[in-house]
C-alpha cells in the first residue's frame, strides 16, 4: 500500500494557526456514502441520524512541555533543553505518576539533546548521574531538576528522572511550570489562548500531549441542545501520545509502525455501547481506535478465554478476525466477561493500524472528524473508513475547494457509512 497514493498538496495558508472565536462556529462537510453536503457544526444536529450515540475520548491535555537548562552563569542561563513528558515510567501509571512527590520517572521526548552532554560536577556518584538540567525561578531557586536515567543513550527519546523539593506533586508542578504542547505543524509557540481551547469542554482525566480535536468544535449549550434531540453520549479514555503526529516516512504504508496509546473503557460505557450498536457516532480518530480495539479483547476472550491485557491489541492484530465476529458479538462478550469477574472497567492498550487494505469495522458507524495530515496514519483510517479509493481524496478535494480550514484548529467533517 504506497503512501504516495494518500498525498495531497495542502498550502501552509490552509492550516488553521489558530482556533475560531467561538468553538461551534466552524463549517462542517457531510460525507453520506459518497454524497457530500455543507453545514455548519452548529448545526450537526440536523445531519447526525436518529438516537445516534456520540462518544467522546475525555482525555485531557497536561502541560507536558517544560522548557528546561542546563547550570549557566551567575548572569545567563546555560543551554536551553526541552522535555515532552510522553507517558509514565516509574510509577508506571498515569494516576500515581501525576499524583508522585519529590521524584518520577517519564518516557520523553528530547529537544536539543547533544547539547545535554557531559558530567556533573561533584562526587563519583553524581557523575555516573550525567549532569543535571533544572528550571529555576526569578530568583534563582531550583523548582524542578531532571537527569537522564541512562546518561550515554541516544535518541529522541529517553527515560527522565524529575526531582524537587516542594511540597507539591508532580501534576502540580506540570500546570505550574509545563507549556501547553501544541501540534508542530502550527509553527508557533503556544500562547494564553491554547490554555483553553486546545482542550475539549468535557476533558477530565489528565494523560494526553495533544487534544483530542475533533471535540474541540462542541460546546455544552450544543452538548444541551443534541441531548433534547434525543442524542446519547458515551465516554471512554484514550490518551494521546506525540506518536499521533508521526508521519508515514516508508513507502509501504504497511511497514510502518505504530506508536502505543493507553486507553480505559467502563463497563457501563459498553453496556450502552451494546444498546445503540448500529448507531455509533465516534467523535474523533481517537474514539475510532478505542472502539475498534475493543472487538480484539473480545475476540481474544472467545479464543482463549482471557484478555491478556499486559499485551497491547496488535497493529494487525484486528485483520485477522473472523467476519462473523461482529460488533454485537463482541460487545456482548465483553459484558458477559466483565459481569462475570465483577469489573467496573477495562484498561488496556492500542497499536491498532487501520487502513484500507481490508479493515473491518465493527462498531464504528460515523465519525466526526477534522482534516488530517498527508501521508498520514489518521488519514489512512479515514481512507479505510469511506471505502478505499478515491473516496478520501474527493472529500479532501472539495474541503480544499470550499475553504475549509485543516488540521487541529480547523474545520470539521462527518463521515456516516
Not at 107 to 125: E, F, I, T, Y
Request: aromatic letters at 8%; a neutral charge.
Amino acid at each position: 500500500m504506497n503512501i504516495s497514493d494518500f498525498d495531497y498538496d495542502l498550502p501552509d495558508g490552509r492550516i488553521a494557526k489558530f482556533p475560531p472565536a467561538n468553538r461551534d462556529a466552524s463549517k462542517l462537510l457531510v460525507w453520506r456514502q459518497g454524497d457530500i453536503t455543507e453545514n455548519r457544526f452548529s448545526d450537526i444536529a440536523s445531519v447526525l441520524p436518529p438516537e445516534s450515540l456520540l462518544v467522546f475520548n475525555n482525555t485531557r491535555v497536561v502541560r507536558a512541555r517544560l522548557v528546561m537548562h542546563k547550570a549557566g552563569t551567575q548572569t545567563t542561563l546555560g543551554a536551553r533543553i526541552e522535555i515532552l513528558c510522553l507517558e509514565p515510567a516509574e510509577p508506571a501509571d498515569y494516576e500515581r505518576a501525576f499524583a508522585a512527590r519529590e521524584s518520577c520517572e517519564w518516557l520523553c521526548m528530547v529537544g536539543n539533546s547533544k547539547r545535554w552532554s557531559g558530567n556533573a560536577r561533584g562526587d563519583s556518584s553524581s557523575a555516573q548521574q550525567g549532569i543535571p538540567i533544572y528550571i529555576r525561578d526569578n530568583n534563582g531557586t531550583v523548582l524542578l531538576r531532571a537527569r537522564r536515567k541512562h546518561p550515554d543513550q541516544r535518541g529522541a527519546e529517553q527515560i527522565i528522572r524529575f526531582e524537587w523539593d516542594s511540597d507539591l506533586t508532580f501534576g502540580q508542578l506540570l500546570e505550574l511550570l509545563g507549556r501547553v504542547p501544541i501540534p508542530p505543524y502550527l509553527g508557533r509557540d503556544s500562547e494564553e489562548v491554547d490554555n483553553a481551547r486546545y482542550q475539549t469542554v468535557y476533558a477530565r482525566v489528565e494523560g494526553s500531549v495533544a487534544a483530542p480535536t475533533a471535540g474541540l468544535h462542541f460546546t455544552p449549550e450544543l452538548i444541551g441542545r443534541l441531548r433534547d434531540k434525543g442524542v446519547g453520549f458515551q465516554e471512554v479514555t484514550l490518551h494521546v501520545g506525540a506518536g499521533t503526529f508521526l508521519p508515514v516516512k516508508v513507502e509501504n504504508a504497511l511497514e510502518h509502525t505504530m506508536h502505543t496509546e493507553h486507553f480505559e473503557v467502563t463497563l457501563a460505557a459498553i453496556e450502552q455501547l451494546l444498546v445503540k450498536s448500529g448507531k455509533i457516532i465516534a467523535v474523533g480518530t481517537t474514539s475510532v481506535r478505542t472502539l475498534e480495539s475493543l472487538s480484539a479483547l473480545a475476540w481474544r476472550i472467545r479464543r482463549n478465554g482471557d484478555l491478556e491485557l499486559a499485551k497491547p491489541v496488535g497493529q494487525f492484530e484486528l485483520y485477522d478476525i473472523p467476519e462473523e465476529f461482529d460488533g454485537w458479538t463482541a460487545l456482548t462478550t465483553l459484558v458477559d466477561w466483565m459481569r462475570g469477574r465483577g469489573l467496573g472497567t477495562l484498561k488496556g492498550a492500542t497499536q491498532i493500524m487501520i487502513t484500507p487494505a481490508g479493515f473491518r469495522f465493527r462498531i464504528v458507524e460515523g465519525i466526526v472528524t477534522n482534516f488530517h495530515q498527508p501521508r498520514s496514519t489518521l488519514l489512512l483510517l479515514i481512507a479505510g473508513f469511506t471505502g478505499g479509493g478515491d473516496s478520501w481524496k474527493k472529500i479532501y478535494d472539495y474541503a480544499l475547494a470550499h475553504d475549509f480550514r485543516f488540521l487541529s484548529y480547523g474545520d470539521s467533517s462527518l463521515l456516516l457509512r
